[in-house]
């Protein structure tokens, strides 16, 4: 227990950051251990590794993940602001470098010095875009706007390039919410929606692996039977019927030991079969928690910064995990997303602690007098 009466910094920080989404992020956190434990043994032993590899990984990372995320959430708004701009100019150079040196896998060059540069790029480029926004919202001597149309191409030409649509697409549909918070006109909504709609044509006409999977997800038998087929997602979508509303019980599933990314992309489709549909709405109730607390603390923000930047992270954070588990259920085609602290991946659970920290940090109760001036003090 911490008293009010103590005033050392880890007790400031008790009493100022919101439990309600500390708990919920640390509910996904053990969470992802479980799973993990049901989801990953069976990818070991096909890999001829030891059957807790990647759990002992998974908590390893995890560790990594919560000391990033309590450092993080200790900073101010102006360090949030800076250590942004840090993680991002480093994140684009190693997606810049990636497209030279980086490691081909599954035809997209992603990964470079065993980490993938665009999952640290996506917190910072909510960050600097919510910094954007809110300047052009509250100063009109300050071309924030502007600056942030800028940041859009910037970011995301790059990761085309790799290609990597599905983080593209993401960070667009964020970045979009941004813009509409901070209250652009209805001819900008009509125009971001048509620039949009003309990517996803393009993507498709051009891009071979985009149209494939679109054609695949829309009609199975396109391409012939041993064209890049639908196997991952029938499996899921067996995993989910065979698991029913209770489950088979913990490590009583068989569709993991076919499915190559159990746990990875599809861990929620082995969470299915194992403990059941009702535990599935369970999980999403959780993020649904996560997402509408942080929202709510955002709307109660008066920094604008913090509340661009609160709903942008949240925004984030459900975006991504809609993604998944909508892939997970067929709902949507294949993006190669991971689960947020379920999914097994050292770059992305550090990301999320990144982000998660930028997150609880924005949200904690400051004294008006601690609001840092946005320009001056970045």
Request: with cysteine; proline share 5%.
């Amino acid at each position: 227990m911490v008293s009010r009466a103590e005033r050392s910094p880890f007790a400031d920080w008790w009493w100022t950051v919101d439990r309600w989404l500390l708990t919920g992020l640390g509910a996904l956190m053990v969470l992802g251990i479980v799973l993990t434990m049901a989801g990953s043994p069976a990818v070991a032993e096909r890999l001829g590794l030891s059957s807790f590899h990647f759990v002992n990984r998974q908590v390893f990372f995890l560790a990594v993940c919560a000391v990033v995320l309590i450092l993080f959430s200790f900073m101010p708004p102006r360090y949030v602001r800076r250590a942004a701009l840090l993680v991002y100019v480093v994140g684009m150079g190693l997606v810049v470098a990636a497209l030279v040196y980086g490691v081909e896998v599954k035809g997209a060059k992603r990964w470079i010095f065993g980490i993938q540069p665009s999952e640290f790029v996506k917190p910072a480029f909510v960050i600097l875009a919510a910094w954007a926004f809110s300047e052009g919202a509250r100063r009109r001597d300050v071309p924030g706007t502007m600056i942030a149309i800028a940041l859009l191409p910037l970011t995301i030409v790059p990761l085309v390039m790799q290609p990597d649509i599905g983080q593209t697409i993401l960070l667009s549909v964020v970045w979009a919410a941004l813009f509409f918070m901070a209250g652009l006109h209805y001819l900008w909504v009509a125009g971001i929606g048509g620039i949009g709609a003309t990517a996803v044509v393009f993507a498709y006409k051009y891009i071979s692996h985009v149209r494939l999977r679109i054609d695949k997800f829309l009609d199975p038998t396109v391409g012939g039977v041993n064209a890049s087929d639908t196997f991952q997602v029938d499996t899921a979508m067996e995993s989910f019927i065979s698991g029913g509303w209770f489950g088979k019980g913990p490590g009583e599933g068989t569709m993991k030991r076919i499915l190559p990314d159990s746990h990875t992309d599809f861990i929620f489709a082995v969470t299915g079969e194992e403990f059941g549909v009702l535990f599935c709405m369970f999980i999403v109730l959780i993020f649904a928690i996560v997402v509408l607390r942080g929202l709510y603390v955002a709307s109660k923000n008066e920094d604008p910064f913090c509340r661009f930047a609160a709903a942008g992270l949240v925004a984030l954070f459900g975006a991504q995990s809609a993604i998944n588990m909508a892939v997970n259920l067929h709902l949507m085609p294949a993006k190669g997303m991971t689960l947020p602290f379920i999914s097994y991946g050292g770059s992305s659970m550090i990301s999320l602690g990144i982000g998660m920290g930028f997150l609880i940090a924005v949200t904690r109760r400051r004294p008006r007098a601690e609001i840092a001036s946005p320009v001056s003090a970045s």
